[in-house]
């Protein structure tokens, strides 16, 4: 069974930075696409960014792209969203997901494709 667990959450003023973490159990870390997703209150649950196992490939949504940046260590099986310029429409709870054994290659965008999830950590970017 994989697990992740995700940190690095908070309250940033806009403009500022924060650092989310997930780190995941589980031995094919490295030949698993990751990617992270939000929720906002009131809204569905939307696609960030994703990184392939390898981390040569990554894509963003356009909402984030040229301010985050997702990044991954599989030494230490774990992802992280660098967020830079936050805006207060930023603020959500943040989800780590993984789709298993994709392969070292692949990038998935799409809810549906991943098999694991976590439970998420709340960011809240204040005016």
């Known amino acids: 069974q994989v697990q992740l667990v995700e940190s690095g959450g908070g309250l940033v003023q806009a403009g500022g930075s924060l650092r989310l973490s997930c780190a995941a159990s589980g031995r094919t870390f490295s030949t698993s696409c990751m990617g992270w997703f939000r929720q906002a209150p009131g809204k569905e649950r939307e696609f960030v960014a994703t990184?392939?196992?390898?981390?040569?490939?990554?894509s963003y949504a356009n909402s984030v792209k040229g301010r985050f940046t997702i990044s991954r260590e599989n030494a230490k099986n774990t992802v992280y969203l660098q967020m830079n310029s936050l805006k207060p429409e930023d603020t959500a709870v943040y989800y780590c997901a993984a789709n298993w054994n994709s392969g070292s290659y692949r990038l998935s965008l799409y809810e549906n494709e991943y098999n694991y999830w976590g439970q998420g950590t709340q960011v809240t970017v204040s005016s």
């Open positions: 990184i392939s196992g390898r981390g040569g490939s990554t």
